[in-house]
C-alpha cells in the first residue's frame, strides 16, 4: 500500500513552470533516509528509493530540474505539494539561494515564520502538519544547459 502510495505522488503534479519557460524539464524522486550511527555516536543519513516505507519514517522529495532550452528560463516558481500522508520536518526544505514560502492551501503562499491561519476569531502560526505545498521562486533567470536540485523532508504518517 505505502509503496503504491509513493509511486504516486511522484506523478502527481509537482511543478509551476511559466510558459516562459520552455525548455525546463523537472523530475522527482521520493527517497527514505537510512540512518546509521557510528561507534563515536555520529548520526549519519543516507538515502534510498523510497520502495518500502513505514509510519515514522523519513523521507525526502527531490526536485530536479534543467533548462534544456535556447533561452533563460524568466520568472520561475517550482511547487511541490507535500503528501498528506507525510508531515513537513521544520527547516528541511533546499534549494540554492531561491526564496522559499510555505502554503496552507495551495493558493497563498508566505515564508514559514509568516504563515498563519484563522483559528476562530485570531490568527496562529500554521504547523508542519498543516502545510501543503512549498514553492521555490527563483531570484535569476535559469540559464540554458542549467540543471539543480530543490527539495524537503518529511515523516510519513
Same mark, same amino acid.
Given at each position: 500500500m505505502l509503496r503504491a502510495t509513493l509511486a504516486a505522488l511522484t506523478i502527481v503534479?509537482?511543478?509551476s513552470?511559466?510558459?516562459?519557460?520552455?525548455g525546463l524539464i523537472a523530475e522527482q524522486v521520493v527517497?527514505?533516509?537510512?540512518?546509521?550511527i557510528d561507534a563515536n555516536?555520529?548520526?549519519?543519513r543516507t538515502y534510498e528509493t523510497a520502495e518500502d516505507v513505514a509510519p515514522g519514517d523519513e523521507v525526502r522529495y527531490t526536485l530536479t530540474y534543467q533548462n534544456t532550452g535556447d533561452a533563460a528560463a524568466e520568472t520561475v516558481n517550482l511547487v511541490m505539494p507535500v503528501p498528506s500522508e507525510v508531515t513537513y520536518? !521544520?527547516?528541511?526544505? %533546499?534549494g540554492n539561494d531561491n526564496e522559499i514560502s510555505f502554503s496552507a492551501d495551495g493558493l497563498t503562499f508566505a515564508p514559514r515564520t509568516a504563515l498563519t491561519i484563522g483559528d476562530g476569531d485570531q490568527e496562529r502560526l500554521v504547523m508542519a502538519d498543516e502545510i501543503t505545498h512549498i514553492k521555490w521562486a527563483f531570484a535569476d533567470p535559469i540559464?540554458? !544547459?542549467?540543471?539543480? %536540485?530543490?527539495s524537503f523532508s518529511a515523516v510519513l504518517k
Open positions: 503534479g509537482m511543478t513552470l511559466p510558459t516562459f519557460a520552455e527517497e527514505r533516509a537510512v540512518v546509521t555516536g555520529n548520526e549519519s520536518i !521544520e527547516a528541511s526544505a %533546499t540559464a540554458p !544547459e542549467t540543471a539543480g %536540485t530543490i
